[in-house]
């Protein structure tokens, strides 16, 4: 079937139209009037019996079913953040997650891509990010593979610390254990402890776990070998005292 508009030497009267119904479907193609050729067949997309739509299947099973990628251009954004999936319930009434593209377009490396998350319930604020293979929860930026802005709960947390000294070194006979008075005079000129950062160091850059807890866990044993060498003193002075009681008797 041709649909066609008058011809006239500068096709102002537009393009001819036609259709093909075979069993594959229905088909159309177009072509000016003085063109040499019609234009490649496009296929209308129609929906089965269940109100199914099928891309590139004949067999839709589901409201709509694409074999082959799926491209949502956005054009009059060309940086920042894309169109949007939204998913709803109730009709339009009450929508539900976005999910959206987002891509900061610069030259060469600079470019940055990825994904974004939002609900309806946070008034569509932004709160899941895939950014460059990072993650951010609550973080537009992430520079981390996962920056969360917000307080993480967790039953365990398992940290490696290959590449780390684990602090039992504070127990072998060639450690120099700092005395006491070493430790005074730290805190006296630094007011804290020596390889502990500083409360200015850890509100500017915050801390590493791993490494903190690594830290710790070598003052606590500088602490209990103080505490056995107190110990040994406080024995023997008890030993002396007795044996200054029993010459007196």
């Given amino acids: 079937m041709t649909l066609s508009p008058w011809t006239d030497l500068d096709n102002s009267g537009d393009k001819n139209h036609q ?22 067949w496009k296929k209308f997309v129609i929906t089965d019996e269940n109100g199914n739509v099928g891309i590139g299947n004949s067999d839709p099973l589901a409201k709509l079913d694409v074999s082959g990628d799926l491209v949502l251009r956005n054009y009059e954004n060309y940086g920042g953040k894309g169109n949007k999936i939204i998913f709803t319930a109730y009709g339009n009434d009450l929508q539900g997650p976005q999910i959206r593209s ?35 929860i609550g973080k537009e930026n992430p520079s981390n593979k996962l920056d969360v802005n917000g307080t993480i709960h967790s039953k365990e947390v398992k940290i490696d610390m290959s590449g780390w000294d684990w602090p039992d070194f504070v127990f072998k006979k060639e450690y120099n254990l700092p005395t006491l008075e070493e430790v005074e005079k730290h805190i006296v000129e630094k007011g804290h402890l020596e390889n502990i950062p500083s409360e200015e160091e850890v509100l500017t850059n915050g801390i590493n776990l791993g490494e ?4 710790l866990l070598q003052k606590i044993e500088e602490l209990t070998l103080y505490m056995i060498e107190q110990n040994k003193s406080i024995e023997s002075l008890k030993q002396e005292l007795k044996n200054i009681k029993s010459k007196e008797k």
């Fill in 19 to 40: 259709l093909n119904f075979n069993n594959g479907g229905i088909f159309y193609r177009t072509a000016f009037p003085r063109d040499t050729k019609w234009g490649g």
């Fill in 102 to 136: 987002y891509l900061s377009f610069a030259s060469g490396t600079n470019s940055r891509m990825g994904l974004i998350l939002s609900s309806y319930s946070k008034g569509y604020k932004d709160e899941l990010f895939l950014i460059d293979g990072n993650v951010g």
């Fill in 212 to 215: 903190m807890n690594a830290k």
